[in-house]
């Protein structure tokens, strides 16, 4: 599975984005997809999931009631909507997929097989 995710920028603390995570090479129909991300000099968080059924999302609490997660299987496309952006929100944030995991390492970025580049997202106070 090819991962490429799209649709970071440069915005206002308070200002929403949503990102995409375009899947190509198979249906990812049947992955869990995360989004992970990074901010400069810090390690890989995690900040969403989503599992395969798509009935099941999970966040990290930085993001909880601003960020939502969903995918469109059809589209072979996962989404994360972030709104209410913070300073702290500032990082590179990488969609990554993987068969189905057990639920203890959904945001174990080490369990994840496949990863899209990256997209820079950058708040400003």
């Known amino acids: 599975v090819l991962l490429q995710a799209s649709g970071g920028g440069s915005v206002q603390a308070g200002d929403s984005l949503r990102l995409s995570c375009a899947a190509s090479?198979?249906?990812?129909?049947?992955?869990?997809v995360a989004w992970f991300r990074q901010a400069p000099g810090k390690e890989r968080e995690f900040a969403a999931v989503?599992?395969?059924?798509?009935?099941?999302?999970i966040y990290a609490n930085s993001v909880k009631g601003r960020f939502t997660i969903s995918r469109d299987n059809a589209k072979n496309t996962a989404y994360l909507q972030m709104n209410n952006l913070e300073p702290d929100d500032t990082a590179v944030y990488y969609c990554?997929?993987?068969?189905?995991?057990?639920?203890?390492?959904?945001?174990?970025?080490?369990?994840?097989?496949?990863w899209g580049q990256g997209t820079l997202v950058t708040v400003s106070s």
């Open positions: 990554a997929a993987t068969p189905r995991l057990i639920y203890s390492r959904l945001a174990d970025s080490s369990a994840y097989d496949y």
């Open positions: 090479g198979r249906t990812f129909r049947g992955y869990d």
């Open positions: 989503i599992r395969a059924s798509g009935g099941t999302t």
